[in-house]
């Protein structure tokens, strides 16, 4: 099952993106053997203001993907439940997994509406360079915990 992180804006050349980009290899490469992967971070920019125009290209980019919207306001999973349910997604013949992350105010509900679940990292708004980098670091301590690593304790 293809991997992918969609998120609104520019990933910059910080150290989020740096932080967002090694964890996201890693999940590739640990995660072929899983089959999950490869985990691809995906940057949108909408030429036009506005959540709508957002949620326009990240509907686009999701086509045909099971899609989880980032929301602070989404379910929250502890991490081996997390790989759990990407297991699970995997096991039922996903072909290809995807999260999104909103733009500056969040995610438009046409999003959130074709969205088959939500996604939380508790009720706090994060700064998205911080939520992607963060989101690629869960994704690839799934990827551990299902290959059996011992990258997670409990």
């Given at each position: 099952?293809?991997l992918?992180v969609i998120a609104i804006g520019?990933?910059?050349?910080?150290?989020?993106?740096?932080?967002?980009?090694?964890?996201?290899?890693?999940?590739?490469?640990a995660?072929?053997?899983?089959?999950l992967?490869?985990l691809?971070?995906?940057?949108?920019?909408?030429r036009?203001?506005g959540k709508a125009?957002e949620a326009?290209?990240?509907?686009?980019a999701a086509?045909?993907?099971?899609?989880?919207?980032?929301?602070e306001?989404?379910?929250t999973?502890?991490?081996?439940?997390?790989?759990?349910?990407?297991?699970?997604?995997?096991?039922?013949?996903e072909?290809r997994l995807?999260?999104a992350?909103?733009?500056a105010?969040?995610l438009?509900?046409?999003?959130?509406a074709a969205?088959?679940?939500?996604?939380?990292?508790g009720?706090q708004?994060?700064?998205?360079a911080?939520?992607?980098?963060?989101?690629a670091?869960?994704?690839y301590r799934a990827?551990?915990i299902l290959a059996?690593s011992?990258?997670?304790?409990?």
């Amino acid at each position: 099952m293809k991997l992918a992180v969609i998120a609104i804006g520019k990933p910059g050349r910080g150290p989020e993106a740096t932080l967002a980009a090694d964890y996201a290899e890693r999940a590739t490469l640990a995660g072929r053997a899983l089959g999950l992967g490869p985990l691809d971070l995906i940057d949108l920019e909408a030429r036009k203001p506005g959540k709508a125009a957002e949620a326009e290209l990240i509907l686009k980019a999701a086509e045909g993907a099971h899609l989880i919207a980032c929301d602070e306001r989404g379910k929250t999973f502890s991490s081996r439940a997390f790989a759990d349910h990407i297991a699970g997604l995997r096991d039922r013949g996903e072909r290809r997994l995807v999260f999104a992350i909103g733009g500056a105010d969040g995610l438009d509900e046409s999003v959130r509406a074709a969205a088959a679940s939500t996604l939380a990292f508790g009720p706090q708004t994060w700064p998205h360079a911080l939520a992607r980098a963060m989101l690629a670091e869960q994704l690839y301590r799934a990827v551990t915990i299902l290959a059996g690593s011992p990258y997670h304790r409990d």
